[in-house]
T-cell receptor
């Protein structure tokens, strides 16, 4: 079966850089996604990595190393509004073509 | 609106009663997913619909759970004989061919 591990909590200050790691165990890996969820809100898509390397989208970047079964989400120039839960999710061959398996989430708190 | 909508937003029911949750996906999205999210937890896959293909029901936790989808439109998730452990937020998401899933606001189910 699949399993994903990510830290349960991370705290950082405004303007700082934070990295949220995700390690996974899957069969037939297709890709790693990241979603953001504010309290009481719906998850929103941040990024998807199918190939090794770094993908940058504004202040957010996502990295994947398939050989290490590892990825991370990098948030730069942190803002208060970045306080939220961040979930990594994998697509693999054990499920349907687009089915995602989510990690338990990392609660990011940004302090002033 | 252009987003995924779900109804009701909140549902309180008594143990043993049946409930029906509704999801309206984004028009043109062929894929539809249901997830369950317990408090402070990640998203747990329940069921996946893709076009007219047979749904992937591998995530349904028991035979009390069932879901239907009419073509590429509305889906309903039915929970029969609800139990207290069914209390959670039920999230619906839809997608086209890409890797991004668009989530609705969820239905918060409380079983007393």
């Amino acid at each position: 079966g699949q399993s994903l591990e990510q830290p349960s909590e991370v705290t950082a200050v405004e303007g700082a850089i934070v990295q949220i790691n995700c390690t996974y165990q899957t069969s037939g890996f297709y890709g790693l996604s990241w979603y953001q969820q504010h309290d009481g809100g719906a998850p929103t898509f941040l990024s998807y990595n199918a190939l090794d390397g770094l993908e940058e989208t504004g202040r957010f970047s996502s990295f994947l190393s398939r050989s290490d079964s590892y990825g991370y989400l990098l948030l730069q120039e942190l803002q208060m509004k970045d306080s939220a839960s961040y979930f990594c999710a994998v697509r693999d061959s054990s499920g349907s073509a687009r089915q995602l398996t989510f990690g338990s989430g990392t609660q990011l708190t940004v302090l002033p | 609106g252009a987003g995924v909508s779900q109804s009701p937003s909140n549902k309180v029911t008594e143990k043993g009663k049946d409930v029906e949750l509704r999801c309206d996906p984004i028009s043109g999205h062929t894929a539809l997913y249901w997830y369950r999210q317990r408090l402070g937890q990640g998203l747990e896959f329940l069921i996946y619909f893709q076009g007219n293909s047979a749904p992937d029901k591998s995530g349904l936790p028991s035979d009390r759970f069932s879901a239907e989808r009419t073509g590429e439109s509305v889906s309903t998730l039915t929970i029969q004989r609800t139990q207290q452990e069914d209390s959670a937020v039920y999230l619906c998401a839809s997608s086209r061919e890409g890797n991004e899933q668009f989530f609705g606001p969820g239905t918060r189910l409380t079983v007393l």
